[in-house]
């Protein structure tokens, strides 16, 4: 038994090692559902009206397609570069004369690094877990009609990769979170912080070269 358990160690070490310093390709699509999507007004309207409301967007789950390059930098952790397209469907609010910030619906762009835990078993179904920080950029216009500034954002996010395919590749599934410090669509003396963040399953190909 000891020499069985020696084996099985040698043999997940050198199918990490195998990894190290190899790149992979990953694309993905999915469904996304904002779980953060209230705008908390505050301050004054063009008109003198005093605004300080908080409106729920009531956004209805929307479609998410992306990409992304990794790479291991070492046996069972990799970096990887990726970009996420997002939208997300809301009901038209007017607040106070602000709806020109908030009746469209909402698309974003994620560019996000990320660092993943991908532990190289000779297992089926490969797990994966990861973090990433990076910048959200938005469709929105602020109450003066100029584009919204895009946010700071943080995701979390794990899948499974299954390696059943007759092509080179894996196919997966992934699941993530993905929050921000809020869009800000207020323009002077008025307030519009857009809160935003949500899941997002998507199935995935991951290709490694």
Do not use: C, W
């Not at 059943?164 to 869009?183: C, M, Q, R």
């Amino acid at each position: 038994m000891k020499h069985v358990a020696v084996a099985g160690s040698v043999l997940v070490a050198a199918l990490s090692f195998a990894h190290a310093g190899d790149n992979y390709i990953q694309i993905h699509v999915g469904a996304f559902q904002q779980t953060a999507d209230n705008i908390d007004f505050g301050g004054e309207d063009f008109f003198g009206n005093v605004i300080n409301a908080n409106v729920d967007t009531e956004a209805d789950t929307g479609f998410a397609i992306g990409g992304l390059v990794g790479h291991y930098i070492l046996p069972m952790i990799a970096i990887e570069g990726e970009m996420t397209y997002r939208t997300a469907n809301v009901d038209e609010i007017s607040v106070a004369g602000v709806q020109e910030s908030i009746d469209e619906d909402l698309n974003t762009v994620a560019f996000m690094v990320n660092g993943v835990f991908r532990p190289q078993v000779p297992l089926l179904p490969e797990p994966y877990f990861g973090v990433g920080v990076g910048y959200v950029t938005n469709n929105l216009d602020d109450v003066e009609g100029d584009s919204a500034p895009g946010s700071f954002a943080y995701q979390v996010k794990g899948g499974l990769s299954f390696d059943f395919l007759p092509t080179p590749g894996k196919i997966g599934v992934e699941v993530s979170y993905l929050a921000t410090n809020d869009f800000d669509a207020g323009s002077g003396d008025l307030d519009a912080d857009y809160e935003y963040g949500g899941v997002t399953g998507l199935l995935t190909y991951k290709m490694g070269f």
